[in-house]
């Protein structure tokens, strides 16, 4: 391997993560017009992921040991899970999204209180800045506050509040369970968005269940699901471990681009001025929320050779998992 291939490859890697999470909401929208619902199919793919990351990292997931931390992230990953999926089946998929994005603001508050880490006048500049592009996308004079406009729109926020809370939680646990492999983060994720969804299902109205002659088709949609989304977040997993956090939130915001263009393609929905601005004032806090945190460019050479950290940054800060679907 070339070593320009070899630099580039956890970019792309990163950037694959993103393409898949922006066109998943589709094969969403095609189980629930076959009869299953959001919450039953971010409950059967969440599964489907678990049990494929388990069967194929059996040898090297290791025992899982009880932590009330590992409860409470797979309790934010479930709340991530139903929040996207329900919310890009029932409304507009970037504005689901664009609130889904509102992280900066959400992660800045939960550090405070989880991390211990100090809200900077940057931090809360930038939580400001991303909350206004929400205000600007959903301000209209008709309908006077700028709150969301539908159930929809509101799972969207309630996922992105999950999904920073997911963030931080993996922080967490990999500072208090350092043992813990990637592939056990993972599967508690899955397991628990699996699980959260299962309790949803049962207070959501039902639509009628598949045809018997769509069975198939929805099996293997789910399956298929499952394998993809699994494979892509290890796969993710391996280019945030080699590439500086900052960078990485940064390649993410592709998922942006790539859910644009497919809400275009698949469904005709075009974003209009509103969503625009919003959407702008969003990314502008994401791009600047790494760059504000990034890490200094000269280091002490003792810092630098230090066993467990990489670039200045100890490796269990660098590395997150997301639990999307």
């Not at 320009?4 to 189980?31: C, D, E, K, Q």
């Not at 489907?48 to 997931?61: E, G, H, N, P, Y």
């Not at 999926?85 to 900066?104: D, E, K």
Request: with cysteine; aromatic share 8%; net charge positive.
């Amino acid at each position: 391997m070339t070593g320009g291939v070899r630099n580039a490859w956890p970019t792309l890697a990163i950037m694959l993560g993103a393409s898949v999470w922006g066109l998943v909401w589709y094969p969403m929208r095609m189980l629930a017009a076959m009869g299953l619902s959001g919450t039953a199919a971010s409950a059967t793919t969440s599964a489907a992921a678990c049990v494929f990351v388990l069967l194929a990292k059996r040898r090297s997931i290791s025992t899982l040991s009880w932590h009330w931390l590992l409860v409470g992230l797979g309790v934010a990953a479930g709340v991530t899970n139903i929040g996207f999926v329900w919310g890009a089946i029932h409304g507009q998929v970037m504005r689901v999204l664009l609130l889904f994005y509102l992280t900066p603001a959400w992660t800045a508050v939960f550090a405070h209180f989880i991390l211990k880490e100090r809200l900077s006048r940057a931090d809360a500049a930038l939580s400001l800045l991303s909350l206004a592009g929400a205000v600007t996308m959903l301000w209209s004079p008709k309908l006077g506050l700028p709150l969301p406009a539908n159930l929809a729109e509101w799972a969207g926020l309630m996922g992105g509040m999950g999904f920073a809370m997911s963030n931080v939680l993996v922080v967490k646990v990999t500072r208090t369970l350092p043992a813990m492999k990637p592939e056990m983060r993972t599967a508690v994720i899955f397991g628990g968005a699996a699980l959260i969804a299962s309790i949803v299902t049962l207070f959501e109205p039902m639509p009628a269940p598949p045809a018997a002659a769509l069975l198939p088709a929805v099996t293997a949609i789910v399956i298929g699901l499952g394998v993809v989304l699994a494979g892509n977040n290890m796969i993710v997993q391996l280019g945030l471990a080699r590439v500086p956090a900052n960078r990485a939130s940064i390649i993410m915001l592709f998922e942006l681009v790539v859910t644009a263009l497919s809400a275009w393609l698949f469904a005709g929905e075009v974003p209009g001025p509103r969503e625009w601005a919003g959407g702008a004032c969003i990314v502008v806090a994401c791009v600047l929320s790494a760059w504000v945190h990034r890490p200094r460019a000269a280091r002490p050479a003792a810092v630098a050779d230090t066993p467990g950290i990489v670039d200045g940054v100890p490796e269990s800060k660098k590395k997150s998992t997301r639990a999307m679907v």
